[in-house]
């Protein structure tokens, strides 16, 4: 990538000047917010800075519910789902654009119809089948129902759609079989996108909560997001904990796409071409 | 291609094969899935035979389904005071929020979860798990327990469907009028009374509001809830939320409107909604006057007020207004039933928890808890009062004729509720007139019950 | 020769199944089969436990002449409509002007991909607050540019959607981003640079060569936009209830309506196939456009 001329650097930066401060204003509320007290969250006209702010909320999340044990199962759940995603999106992408079988569009279609279906419709069935194998309150219910995702396979196979053929003949004609070109020529050309597919699943996996809300049902085994809401009771919510909590479990999602951003301007993609 | 990768293909299209057709198999295993579940209604267990002063000999783990136990004691402490009774019975909760229970709950019982007794969250969706046959009938353990349903002040008699019993009232809530005395005292106007009507209450609201812009002082509080001006129109317990002319409800939704929009009395629907305001923010925060709202506000609003964040310290508690030509002591309210789940194969280890938590025992625990108990009578509620932070004359305000319903129990209520929900916002937005939204009311409740 | 054509399309058949299984058993048993499952219950009626019943097309029947069903199926297409169209420009837009060498990229992109993190809540808070009808920014900038009466948003029937639409299109435009992102990498620079010699301009190398090596994620995006504009739901309920009264309800309010209060599985299902017969279609024509498209299937 090349670098902008100085006018053109100018003009972006004067876009994203004002661009960011609109996508930034929620995070500029949850932090303001999670220094308050809960009378103090919703008011008219909303109170920026708060008047006394509320350090405590930060510890008090920690002593009201296990957020250390909540942590660490999303960790569990997030890193293991997200590690057999990309292995197994990504061998199927590679089976579906690139091996010419009969069928193999149709089975594609299953997995993006599969999509476009609401899970509301069949989460229930989903559970009968998942109490029949005796997996309701474990881990592993989660991780079977997550890793396999069709929209992962969908990603990967569209990016792998536009990878030159040659590439894989010229590997073909110098005696690497279809698995070694996946794993020496398409991986490594894959890699901005099994970044995006990495940061989508952890934010997806990190995020979920009716998951966990349904299969979960022992306290030492809940997530985050389940931990968040227990601040929200039936009566009364505690908006500053809430919000506390929130912006805690954003600092992972953040860290980690700020991490696997580099791959969008490394030209890692293209790379791999001029060899 | 190597010979190696041509026998993994081999075994790897096997494989798949297997796996094609497992997977048409699963799909139609679905529908056979449901059959043990949906007999189970039929394995209603004769409970006759077995006395109820008779605990199970061996040691039994019953699982409950509850919410919020990590931020309310209520539950908690009514299953740690059975255990401590009924030593060989373990009770295992199973928790959830509170605002996703009621899928929870029937998501599990669906799904043929081994839960064994279960708190309903919304009473009124107790009605869709009868019509599935998931609650056992209670009737002939309630005999043999020797329980007297009458000392339920009737909410017992909304259990009783299809002349079955299927779950008993545990605790209770009702409206009352919470008032701010620092308000009234800056206003010079006396407290209200357990004996003020709507007009009265509206006439009070004109007198104590005061001050503009941020300081503005509100004589009353309407949160955004249909139930905060409907209840009105059904607290004489002459009309339901089921009905096919809800003009009943319309002297409510003219007083609700002329106290926002003309009066300025109570701060508009459309602010309070758009600004995501709760009641309890505006009521700690001393903007607000009077605030019908439900019992369980009041605990919650002493622990505030301990915890420094409720800077109104000095409140009252009344009885909730009533209608012209209602006695007063009617109020609106609703119950939080438990109840068997007809699958269970403990079934008597869980009437054992149920008895006891719907006991006078159970009744009195839960008391200190500052909940008030289905059982609701001059003991019960001499304990909730006494609680420290009470304010004084709570006894008498709390004090009730009659507890009509909210929501009755029966068919489509809940899609009747959704539906008023809708209409409410209209009407309270200003973008249909009262005559309008109460018509579209009365034509879209005629075709859900139809 | 024949039978020697056959033994390799066999072979290919094979490796290209094997590369397909690891995933695909997992996705047949847990995902595939319960959905398959929810194709058969828009024929039956099921309250989800006891057996069902065959009615044929009655559910189908009955949600058309449902008046619910009908409003949020107006809603949902002008909504899908525009928070399509709208995320895809902005997306590819954002993605074109993050694609660069610039000091503090990191930051602007994280800040761009914030909103499909945020808290649901303060989403929904910021955004009613920019849009308050009196004192709201939104408004008091269409007051200076001179409209007298400026529209209520959220709490307007008739204004609420446009709302929703602005707030979906703003948190999702990062995720899309992201993924426009990934893809400008894959365009090997040598085109671009083929393009240079040849004279063409910078529009002309968008118009030539950027976009038409997209075209496999377009394809995507847009199936994902559609799909996922079919159920929005977390966000709009947090901001508007599905209200004021219908204003904002869509096809998926319906159906979680249908599953979680109705007990209605086999209408719920009936309203998602509704939904899927139109995702199908965008499908099957975009999986045409694409194979004449893409030099490389």
New interface residues.
């Given amino acids: 990538m090349k670098e902008p001329s100085r006018s053109a650097k100018i003009g972006l930066y004067a876009a994203l000047c004002v661009i960011c401060p609109l996508t930034l204003l929620p995070l500029a509320w949850m932090l303001s917010s999670s220094l308050k007290l809960d009378k103090d969250v919703f008011t008219i006209p909303i109170q920026w800075i708060p008047a006394i702010p509320q350090w405590g909320n930060y510890i008090k999340i920690w002593e009201k519910i296990p957020l250390g044990v909540f942590t660490f199962n999303t960790f569990k759940l997030t890193i293991i789902i997200t590690l057999i995603q990309l292995f197994t999106c990504s061998f199927a992408a590679y089976g579906f654009s690139k091996c010419r079988f009969k069928g193999r569009d149709a089975l594609f279609l299953c997995y993006v119809a599969t999509i476009a279906i609401p899970w509301q419709v069949y989460m229930l069935p989903q559970y009968t089948m998942m109490n029949k194998m005796h997996l309701v309150d474990s881990h592993m219910s989660l991780i079977l129902l997550h890793s396999f995702s069709a929209f992962g396979v969908f990603l990967m196979r569209q990016f792998m759609v536009s990878i030159p053929n040659e590439l894989l003949e010229a590997a073909r004609i110098d005696g690497l079989n279809e698995y070694g070109i996946y794993a020496r020529i398409i991986l490594p050309l894959s890699k901005p996108a099994l970044a995006s597919l990495s940061i989508f699943t952890f934010v997806t996996i990190w995020n979920d909560f009716m998951g966990p809300m349904i299969y979960l049902n022992t306290t030492e085994k809940k997530t985050i997001q389940v931990g968040i809401r227990m601040f929200i009771s039936q009566y009364s919510a505690e908006y500053g904990l809430i919000m506390a909590a929130s912006i805690l479990s954003l600092v992972p999602v953040f860290t980690l796409f700020i991490a696997f951003q580099r791959f969008f301007v490394e030209g890692v993609a293209t790379s791999g071409l001029k060899g | 291609?190597?010979k190696l990768?041509?026998i993994?293909?081999?075994l790897?299209?096997a494989?798949?094969l297997a796996?094609?057709a497992?997977?048409?198999a699963?799909?139609t295993a679905?529908?056979q899935?449901?059959?043990p579940?949906?007999q189970a209604p039929e394995a209603t267990a004769a409970p006759t035979e077995s006395p109820a002063t008779e605990t199970p000999a061996e040691d039994v783990t019953i699982k409950v389904s509850l919410?919020?136990?990590?931020?309310?004691p209520t539950f908690t402490s009514v299953i740690n005071a059975f255990e401590a009774k009924f030593p060989n019975i373990k009770v295992q909760p199973?928790?959830?929020?509170?605002?996703?229970y009621?899928?929870?709950l029937?998501?599990m019982?669906?799904?043929?979860?081994e839960v064994d007794a279960f708190w309903i969250?919304d009473a009124d969706t107790i009605f869709?798990m009868v019509?599935?046959?998931?609650t056992e009938d209670l009737s002939s353990r309630v005999a043999a327990s020797g329980v007297n349903l009458a000392d339920f002040n009737g909410l017992a008699d909304s259990f009783q469907i299809d002349g079955k019993l299927v779950a008993m009232p545990f605790r209770t809530d009702y409206y009352v009028l919470f008032y701010n005395k620092a308000v009234f005292d800056a206003a010079g106007v006396p407290y209200p009374t357990n004996d003020m009507t709507w007009a009265q209450f509206e006439e009070t609201a004109k007198l104590i509001t005061a001050g503009e812009g941020?300081d503005k002082k509100y004589g009353a509080h309407f949160h955004t809830w249909q139930a905060c001006v409907e209840n009105w129109g059904v607290q004489d317990g002459k009309n339901t939320i089921l009905s096919s002319d809800y003009s009943f409800f319309k002297p409510y939704y003219e007083m609700a409107l002329r106290m926002q929009d003309v009066d300025k009395t109570a701060l508009d629907y459309?602010?309070l909604?758009?600004?995501?305001?709760?009641y309890?923010?505006q009521f700690?925060?001393g903007n607000v006057g009077m605030l019908p709202m439900?019992t369980?506000?009041a605990t919650?609003l002493i622990d505030?007020i301990k915890s420094g964040?409720?800077t109104a310290t000095d409140w009252g508690i009344a009885t909730l207004p009533h209608p012209e030509g209602t006695e007063a002591g009617y109020t609106v309210g609703s119950t939080t039933p438990i109840a068997i789940n007809s699958a269970s194969t403990k079934k008597d280890a869980a009437w054992e928890f149920i008895n006891f938590v719907t006991s006078e025992e159970g009744a009195k625990t839960i008391a200190k808890d500052g909940a008030f108990p289905a059982r609701l009578n001059p003991d019960t509620l001499s304990i909730i009062v006494s609680a420290d932070g009470m304010p004084e004359g709570a006894a008498d305000a709390l004090t009730v004729k009659n507890i009509v319903l909210d929501r009755p129990i029966a068919d489509k209520v809940?899609?009747i509720n959704?539906m008023l929900?809708?209409?409410h916002?209209?009407i309270m937005?200003g973008?249909?007139s009262v005559d309008e939204g109460l018509a579209e009311m009365a034509e879209?409740a005629a075709?859900i019950l139809k | 020769m024949q039978k020697k054509a056959f033994g390799l399309e066999t072979r290919e058949t094979l490796v290209g199944l094997s590369f397909i299984l690891p995933n695909f058993i997992g996705f047949a048993v847990f995902i595939l089969a319960p959905v398959l499952f929810s194709f058969y219950l828009s024929v039956n009626s099921w309250d989800g436990f006891r057996p069902m019943e065959f009615v044929g097309l009655d559910n189908f029947v009955q949600i058309f002449k449902d008046r619910v069903f009908k409003r949020a199926m107006v809603n949902t297409l002008q909504f899908s409509v525009f928070t399509i169209v709208f995320t895809l420009v902005a997306s590819l837009a954002l993605a074109m002007m993050l694609n660069q060498k610039l000091k503090g990229i990191a930051i602007f992109r994280s800040a761009i991909f914030f909103p499909y993190v945020a808290s649901i809540v303060a989403v929904a808070v910021v955004w009613n607050m920019l849009f308050q009808k009196d004192y709201g920014p939104i408004n008091a900038f269409l007051r200076f540019l001179g409209m007298v009466n400026p529209p209520g948003w959220t709490a307007s029937t008739k204004y609420a959607l446009p709302a929703v639409i602005i707030v979906v299109i703003w948190k999702n435009m990062g995720y899309y981003m992201v993924i426009y992102l990934a893809a400008l990498q894959g365009i090997p620079p040598e085109l671009h640079e083929a393009a240079m010699i040849d004279g063409a301009s910078a529009i002309d190398r968008f118009r030539h060569v950027t976009l038409p090596m997209l075209t496999p994620t377009t394809f995507f995006t847009v199936m994902m936009l559609t799909i996922n504009s079919f159920k929005v739901f977390d966000l709009i309920y947090a901001m508007t209830e599905g209200g004021p009264g219908q204003a904002t309800t869509l096809i998926v309010n319906y159906i979680y309506n249908q599953a979680f209060v109705s007990w209605n599985y086999g209408k719920a299902s009936a309203a998602s196939m509704v939904l899927f017969a139109l995702v199908a279609t965008v499908t099957i024509i975009q999986f045409r456009m694409e194979k004449k498209w893409v030099s490389y299937m």
């Fill in positions: 291609m190597t990768t041509r993994i293909s081999v790897v299209c494989a798949m796996g094609c497992g997977a048409p699963a799909a679905e529908p899935a449901q059959a579940a949906a919410w919020d136990a990590e931020t309310s199973i928790d959830t929020v509170a605002a996703d009621t899928n929870k029937s998501v019982l669906n799904g043929g979860s969250k869709g019509n599935k046959g998931q941020a459309a602010t909604k758009t600004s995501n305001i709760h309890s923010s700690y925060s439900g369980w506000f919650t505030k964040e409720s809940t899609e959704q929900g809708e209409e916002g209209l937005l973008e249909l879209r075709e």
